[in-house]
């Protein structure tokens, strides 16, 4: 082991270049078979997006992914000691346990308070940081995962639906983050939506699948392939609306229109 | 001092109360209420056990308790049938199983109402320095699984995924309501255990504002329970397990009258 790697190993993470790589992957579930020889496999700075008819077996391929569920067959090899940041779909926290946001951020890594608020401003919630976590919007609450994911510096985002509740500026915002994390610290990034269009703009690889991979590739060859088209026959060849479209104002939180590039924080927005 | 009975009756209900607020927290957090009233319902094979093999009783107890927790943690995942009707299924027969069994020990002379609903004022010193090991042990070690434990209460799939060691967290969990219900057995006696874990707890919930807050304040509405109750029980001559469950009953009721709000946004905007 070369000392670069045990430094790097000592304070967590993973040096390995391809982070997860499933080779023939199968799921059964009480007698129902999930998922049938799935393969893939997600490097460094890598978008994979897993898209999906619903019941096509996403979910549960994340779950097994993550190292949640064991596989009834294949292959799984995760990078050694890899952080994974994870945003499931939904939570819910009971209204009986009293719980900030700022608490909800730190159950698993401390962190000082200022690296808490930046967070949360980088995800455009910088309002919430005390907010008891059962008040916050389903919108809201996404973007919170998504902020607890980040603190734990991971080398692999996994995202459940990151795009579900949030509307659609917000939406491309999200979006944009995950981009530029993925170019800043060159993590990989695996997603599952169904959300075709504004998804597959921001993947370098599609798969697609409903139980078995029905092809897989690149976001341009997805939408022309005959499998894809049959899946999600309304998407068309066109399916991919490339989530360009300039704003010369963008909102604030508390709606006021500011012009793009004013503030740091939403240059991003004028890509 | 500790010759007095009644000075050791209230060591033991406090001793029994700081640990069972803070846990009761958890309990409900993660509505394990039933779950509760089931392993605490087996205590009595436990006493039977002990009995019917000359073993320490609190021992006996503090084992069979954990078995039967980690038996329905493992039913439950089986998923055949709803939790509710496992939970009754076991809660019943456990109580009854210990009921046969110590009607079986021959020559076995037990007071069933003293464990079934407590006997603090028969508390010895050895009682005592049992309840004293048992709850510091468990003080200790549910300050150590507090923040784990925290987050799987949460999210037990970000927990892991985060890298909390799940199973040892929740095996950790199954002792720490083994050995409360082995030292509040004889305080308010098996079949009323549970009352003494989530009734302080919440009554917590409407001063709290984190989770530390409330398993603190917890503690603090079980000591007072204990207190109240072993006084209410010597000025009215009222069986003392049942009275302190009573005085817990009337301090959660009186303080949902209380007018309290604390402002949930208290926070300036952060400088931008």
């Known amino acids: 082991m070369s000392e670069a790697k045990r430094k790097r190993i000592q304070g967590g993470g993973t040096l390995d270049p391809v982070l997860i790589e499933a080779r023939g992957l199968g799921l059964i579930r009480n007698g129902r078979t999930i998922l049938d020889d799935v393969s893939l496999s997600i490097r460094r700075g890598q978008v994979v997006v897993v898209i999906g008819p619903n019941g096509a077996g996403k979910t549960s391929l994340l779950r097994v992914l993550l190292g949640l569920w064991e596989p009834s067959r294949g292959q799984l090899n995760r990078g050694l000691h890899m952080r994974v940041g994870y945003m499931p779909q939904r939570i819910q926290v009971d209204p009986i346990l009293p719980l900030s946001v700022r608490r ?58 990151p795009a579900q509740g949030v509307d659609v500026t917000g939406q491309g915002e999200v979006f944009n983050l995950i981009d530029r994390l993925r ?22 690889v599609v798969v697609c699948i409903n139980q078995h991979v029905c092809c897989t590739g690149r976001p341009e060859e997805v939408s022309r392939h005959p499998e894809y088209q049959r899946l999600f026959p309304d998407a068309g060849v066109h399916g991919i609306g490339i989530y360009t479209h300039h704003h010369n104002h963008v909102h604030d939180l508390t709606g006021e229109v500011k012009p793009v590039g ?5 240059k991003d927005d004028a890509r | 001092m500790l010759d ?17 607020g803070p846990l009761g927290a958890f309990v409900v957090w993660r509505r394990m209420a039933y779950f509760g009233d089931t392993v605490s319902h087996s205590a009595l094979l436990g006493v039977a056990l002990g009995f019917l093999l ?9 084992v069979v308790c954990v078995l039967v927790a980690v038996l329905l943690v493992f039913l439950q995942r089986r998923q055949e049938l709803a939790s509710d009707t496992l939970l009754g299924i076991l809660a019943h027969s456990a109580l009854s199983l210990g009921m046969v069994t110590v009607a079986f020990v021959e ?56 890298g909390v060691p799940v199973l040892p967290v929740r095996l950790g969990l199954m002792l ?13 006696g098996v079949l009323l255990i549970t009352a003494l874990m989530i009734i302080p707890a919440a009554t917590a919930r409407r001063f709290a504002r984190t989770p530390e807050e409330m398993g603190l304040l917890a503690a603090g509405f079980g000591v007072l329970a204990v207190l109240l109750g072993i006084w209410g029980s010597f000025s009215h001559d009222t069986p003392t397990g049942p009275s302190i469950v009573v005085a817990a009953m009337l301090v959660f009721v009186v303080l949902q009258f209380v007018p309290f709000s604390r402002s949930h946004h208290p926070q300036v905007p952060p400088p931008e």
């Open chain 2, 54 to 62: 000359g073993l320490n009783l609190n021992l006996l107890v503090t």
């Open chain 2, 107 to 162: 020559g076995l002379r037990v007071d069933l109402m003293a464990y079934l609903f407590g006997d603090i004022l028969a508390v010895t010193r050895g009682d005592l320095a049992a309840i004293a090991v048992g709850g510091l042990f468990a003080l200790v070690l549910l300050m150590i699984l507090w923040r784990p434990l925290l987050a799987i209460t949460v999210h037990e799939e970000i927990a892991r995924v985060e």
């Open chain 2, 176 to 188: 720490l309501i083994a050995l409360v219900i082995a030292s509040a057995m004889q305080v308010v």
């Open chain 1, 262 to 266: 004013g503030t740091a924080e939403n």
């Open chain 2, 4 to 20: 007095d009975f009644v000075i050791r009756a209230v060591l033991a209900g406090l001793m029994v109360a700081v640990v069972a």
């Open chain 1, 183 to 204: 170019r800043d610290t060159g993590c990989g990034v695996l997603m599952v939506s169904h959300e075709l269009h504004l998804v597959m703009a921001a993947a370098d």
């Open chain 1, 104 to 161: 909800f951020l730190t159950l698993r890594h401390r962190a000082p308070l200022p690296r808490l608020r930046e967070g949360l401003r980088q995800v455009g919630v910088p309002r919430l940081l005390e907010a008891p976590i059962q008040t916050l919007s389903g919108g809201e609450m996404q973007r919170v995962l998504l902020a607890r994911a980040l603190l734990g510096e991971p080398d692999l985002l996994v995202l459940d639906e």
